[in-house]
DNA sequence: TATGAATGAGGCTTCATTCAT
DNA sequence: GATGAATGAAGCCTCATTCAT
């Protein structure tokens, strides 16, 4: 094992930030490789294409919100209320850091009409959000209006993500949150 | 020698397609020129360059709404549930038409981040609309609820556009609709 | 029409002997803008891409040979050994110019068994080539004989073109040819 | 990590096979490394370079000739049409077993006129296989005559070997290699 | 010897834009 | 206005080769 100069999961990482930034079709090569500190060469040595590249981005930054986020619902030990504010908190701040976007929202929009090789990827994503939500919301609803709510709550959220973007405002992201927090008192 | 076959409204027209489906950055003069027919030279008698084109796009979908649905939001005649009604109708048809993307969420996402200018096309844009939404559901809350109600309205929308394509599912838009009716009702 | 810097047919014929000289493998589309005096850019107006520019330069050459070469065969006003005469004569012109290569027998060799896409080109142009010769010995021979004969000709040509280059003289050339003339006498 | 798995020599024979359909400049150290099943890397250990692997290649495929075909030509036992007929059956099945082409011509016809560092290898080797034809023809012609004749042959056949790929059709080899066995017949 | 990451040059192609006609 | 050739930069990718391990 040579020490690399960057891992293959340290090239996902910082890949992932850049197309998030720049989206993908205004991302180039030579974009990723000065971001990575590498020549545009050596990613063929780790992923086929620019393509899968971008596939992989994707399955990396699904794992990690599986892994940060969505594992957060289905913590036994703690209270719905505690799981949720939990949940939010952690998705808000996972949303506000840097400019606020959202790879998978982004992608979704730029790609899904004439690039679906990236539908999968976009679709496992929001679903696994969405159950997650579900999970903690079944908690005081029945499981279709649990699952309702959770939908809606991830289209609030990435509503709020491109209006904090287009309105540099964080108000949305902050109401929405409270609102997906009262819905889970509701359900009593 | 044909001579022009089109407008220069309806070349922005066949534009704002090309532009919705394919997004800004994969989206070619040439790809344009094909779309409409004519020689990739001519868009540059009309147009600056790609940036003013697209500027020119932005406005005149900017425009159609404005005429064609936000207008729906002042006509006085009509009770507050009826124009919601009609309102949201339009709404849901003139973003389920085509594979029904919304052309100033997808530039949004795709563009924000990197090419600035066009901005504060996105922002009346939905700042328009909020209006138009706050306007109708005045009529039962105080403006500053109102507009916020509204607010949650737009990005529940865009969230619903988002879902029916990343899962070919018009359900999400449908429940949407459903508590966006529900929200006026829950004023009285 | 503008003037232009070199019509399509001027870039075929200046790419087929780039073509010729360095094989289609190793002649970049630089080489070829190059030996055009133009950009590489301009290449994709006239054509599709590098194959089809082949395309077009096998199909060019083919052309120039039936109307210089092949069509001396055809003249009605000539005897045989005349005919042959001329023919031949003008054959050995023709391969003798330059580095005296065959695009034609290069291109077969060097791309036939990995890209089958230039095979038509290069079946009919030897096709033509042989009938044409066939024509010309059948005033002697029975139509089969004169076929074969033909055929060994054209095999003897291309093997002599080759030891021109490999050995660097011309003697195989000449050789050759008086053996394909006196073929003819022999048949009284 | 396999220990290596194939010799020098093995290498340099299944590389030929690749660099004959392929041809040179199509083919890259990468498709002679999987051809092997080896990694790019070691052919660094065995050659300097592809130029270097190449001379090499020519070199073996020269030797593979002399000592399974040029040879039969010397051996005193047989009569000179045994001995023809016995060159030339082995000739026509190295030719026509994998897909019929021969490496050294479409070296030739490749590199000549760009990669001179070749041609030594290959006028060695169409000298060697002319002096073997020679060798047997002069058991009926004088030296001159029975030189050229061999010529001729080695012409014609690398002719027939080019017609067997561009027409797919074997009856050329058949054919020529009756006229080479009946040009013995026609000294005596 | 053997590996595989890394490089830098170059290959094919696309693209926004310009310009002569 | 309208055309289409032309350009130069850039985009994705491949390749021969090197080098640390």
């Known amino acids: 094992m040579p020490i690399q100069k960057l891992s293959k999961d340290e090239i996902i990482f910082t890949s992932a930030q850049v197309f998030r930034k720049r989206g993908y079709n205004n991302t180039s090569m ?9 020549t545009k060469g050596i990613f063929y040595h780790h992923f086929e294409n620019k393509e899968e590249l971008m596939k992989a981005v994707l399955h990396g930054v699904h794992l990690h919100f599986k892994v940060t986020l969505f594992a957060l619902a289905y ?32 992608t979704a ?53 491109m209006f904090l973007r287009v309105f540099g405002d964080k108000r949305y992201m902050d109401e929405m949150l409270e609102r997906a927090t009262m819905r889970l008192a509701a359900g009593c």
């Open 30 to 38: 030579a974009d990723l490789a000065e971001a990575c500190g590498l």
């Open 75 to 106: 913590s036994d030990s703690l209270a719905p209320e505690e799981k949720l504010e939990k949940f939010l908190g952690k998705a808000r701040k996972m949303f506000s850091k840097n400019d606020g976007g959202c790879l998978m929202a982004n």
């Open 109 to 161: 929009l730029e790609t899904l009409s004439t690039q679906p090789e990236f539908a999968p990827y976009l679709k496992e994503f929001f679903r696994d959000w969405i159950d997650a939500l579900a999970a903690i919301y079944s908690a005081r609803y029945q499981e279709d209006a649990a699952r309702r709510i959770a939908e809606q709550t991830v289209q609030e959220f990435e509503g709020a993500v």
